[in-house]
Structures are given as C-alpha cells and as structure tokens.
C-alpha cells in the first residue's frame, strides 16, 4: 500500500499519480511552491515541470506517473483525487473517504521542498 493520490489538472483528462505523500499536507506545500517559481497557466510546461518537482522533492523514491486519468488509479482508497485549475489552485476533490491527513507543518514543508529545488528553478539574476 501507499499514500496515493492523483492531481488532475483541470479540464485536461491528464493527471500525476503519486504512490506516497498523496496528503493534502504534502501536495499543498508542492503546489505553493511550484506558484512561487512561477510554473501556473502553462499547460503541458507546468504539468512536467511540477512532475519534476515532485520528483526532486522525495529523490526518486516515490512511485510517480503521468498519464491520462483513465489510466491513473483515481479511486486508490487512500487521498483519491485532487482537481487542480491553471493557477495550481486545488478546485475540487475526488474518491475522498478520509479526513485530510495533516501530519506534516505547512512552513516546513514548503522550506524541504524548496531546500530540494532551489538550485533547478532559482538562479542568481532569476526564477527559471
């Protein structure tokens, strides 16, 4: 078992599945973070480009995939789905049969995830 979760992106058929930290607690943190390099509105560039920090964040060791939702186990008995829009906004919610798991503190997640993916998307002059 894990800690699954799909994003799907709005109006797309298209998702990110996450076998661990599929938590509001974790995806919270990663979508707030991914706003604050600026990756929002930009279709496909900001779906790999949250997959990638995703991905940086846990060093690989988490199970990811990306493809369209009717390949992605979306009814997974553990967070379900997270519908998010353009602007990386959590809009809706999908297969939730739990309360959201809150073990983990916003603020320190937000500083792991960007001690993990600064140097991919900060430069010295500018966000990339």
């Not at 992605?72 to 990386?88: E, M, P, Q, T, W």
Request: net charge negative; glycine share 10%; proline share 2%.
């Amino acid at each position: 078992m894990g800690n699954r979760a799909v994003i799907e992106f709005e109006n797309t058929n298209m998702g990110i599945y996450l076998h661990w930290n599929g938590g509001r607690d974790s995806i919270e943190p990663l979508l707030h973070v991914a706003k604050e390099y600026g990756i929002v509105g930009n279709g496909d560039y900001s779906q790999a480009r949250l997959t990638q920090i995703i991905c940086n964040t846990f060093d690989g060791k988490l199970g990811v995939g990306i493809d369209t939702l009717d390949n992605l186990d979306c009814d997974n008995f553990d967070n379900g789905v997270y519908v998010i829009d353009s602007r990386l906004n959590i809009v809706g919610r999908k297969f939730t049969r739990y309360p959201e798991q809150n073990e983990h503190d916003f603020h320190g997640m937000v500083e792991f995830i960007k001690e993990r993916n600064d140097r991919f998307f900060i430069t010295s002059d500018s966000r990339v």
